[in-house]
């Protein structure tokens, strides 16, 4: 906590040696990367793993519907084992009938179904560079083991009709393993092999990324005064209580100092697209933008 309030602190006693309005930058994370009728928050996704009978890819399959389980559990704070997993044969699932739709939805009792189908996992290749990689202090052969795979996924909202997402996934798993000396390619394989499971399980962890937002750090502008009531606005966004600093800001966006009203303006369009207000972030980037005409009259 001591050096959370240096942090607080320093800044702030710069901004105290200030005659006029400063600005002072606020790093804040900011969601990205994610469509509307994906949000999965305040929800309980499950998921289906269809698969054909005797199909031999089936237990990747199922290694990536887990992956993509415990990515989703971990992003919406949900329990271990919380998102269901459903195995289904190809040749009972329609997912064109919306009937069938609903009767899947009723039946796993989840609002978003994510359907995992058509895995199809293709041969090892392995390659052998003649360069060596450098490692643990000595140089050491190398094999790279490739395994291409295509699967498709499609994502079900009992919202809305037919699927909201699709994608048709063609990629290519690689390994580079290292040795004092040449591996076969039968023994590259079989190294590689024994972790399929895994490594298909990260991969569905990987994938599982498109579901959830993302994050990014962006630095927010705001102006801060030589006056109590401003810096401790400025404390409070720093602290993220944008509420809190905002009950400030709205009583000097009155201020008859036009160039006061205006900074507090700006601030309030900054709270606002932070806090997701879109609408009032506008109308609070038009009052700023007024102010600084009529002020450079």
């Given at each position: 906590m001591r050096n959370l309030l240096l942090m607080i602190t320093l800044p702030l006693l710069w901004i105290l040696t200030s005659c006029g309005p400063v600005t002072y930058t606020i790093p804040v994370e900011r969601r990205i990367g994610v469509d509307s009728d994906l949000n999965f928050h305040g929800t309980l996704p499950g998921i289906i793993s269809i698969v054909g009978r005797g199909d031999s890819d089936s237990t990747l399959q199922s290694a990536f519907s887990i992956g993509i389980a415990e990515r989703l559990e971990a992003d919406l704070g949900l329990d271990s084992g919380a998102v269901p997993i459903y195995c289904m044969y190809e040749d009972e699932v329609h997912l064109e009938d919306s009937v069938f739709l609903?009767?899947?939805?009723?039946?796993?009792?989840?609002?978003?179904?994510?359907?995992?189908?058509?895995?199809?996992?293709?041969?090892?290749?392995?390659?052998?560079?003649?360069?060596?990689?450098?490692?643990?202090?000595?140089?050491?052969?190398?094999?790279?083991?490739?395994?291409?795979?295509?699967?498709?996924?499609?994502?079900?909202?009992?919202?809305?009709?037919?699927?909201?997402?699709?994608?048709?996934?063609?990629?290519?798993?690689?390994?580079?393993?290292?040795?004092?000396?040449?591996?076969?390619?039968?023994?590259?394989?079989?190294?590689?092999?024994?972790?399929?499971?895994?490594?298909?399980?990260?991969?569905?962890?990987?994938?599982?990324?498109?579901?959830?937002?993302?994050?990014?750090?962006?630095?927010?502008?705001?102006?801060?005064?030589?006056?109590?009531?401003?810096?401790?606005?400025?404390?409070?966004?720093?602290?993220?209580?944008?509420?809190?600093?905002?009950?400030?800001?709205?009583?000097?966006?009155?201020?008859?100092?036009?160039?006061?009203?205006?900074?507090?303006?700006?601030?309030l369009s900054v709270a606002c697209e932070i806090l997701g207000l879109e609408e009032s972030a506008a109308i609070w980037k038009s009052r700023f933008e007024e102010l600084n005409e009529r002020k450079n009259k």
């Open positions: 609903s009767y899947l939805h009723a039946a796993t009792g989840v609002d978003f179904l994510i359907a995992v189908d058509s895995m199809e996992v293709g041969e090892f290749t392995v390659a052998f560079p003649e360069e060596k990689a450098y490692s643990g202090g000595s140089f050491l052969q190398q094999s790279v083991v490739s395994l291409p795979y295509t699967l498709k996924v499609m994502v079900f909202s009992n919202q809305l009709p037919g699927p909201v997402e699709a994608w048709r996934d063609s990629d290519v798993l690689e390994w580079t393993l290292l040795a004092e000396t040449n591996l076969t390619r039968l023994r590259a394989v079989e190294k590689v092999d024994s972790e399929l499971d895994v490594s298909f399980r990260t991969v569905g962890g990987s994938f599982a990324e498109r579901f959830v937002p993302q994050w990014e750090t962006v630095n927010m502008m705001i102006y801060v005064y030589d006056d109590r009531n401003w810096t401790e606005a400025c404390r409070l966004a720093w602290l993220f209580e944008w509420d809190k600093a905002m009950e400030i800001w709205y009583d000097e966006a009155d201020s008859p100092d036009i160039r006061k009203a205006a900074c507090a303006a700006h601030n």
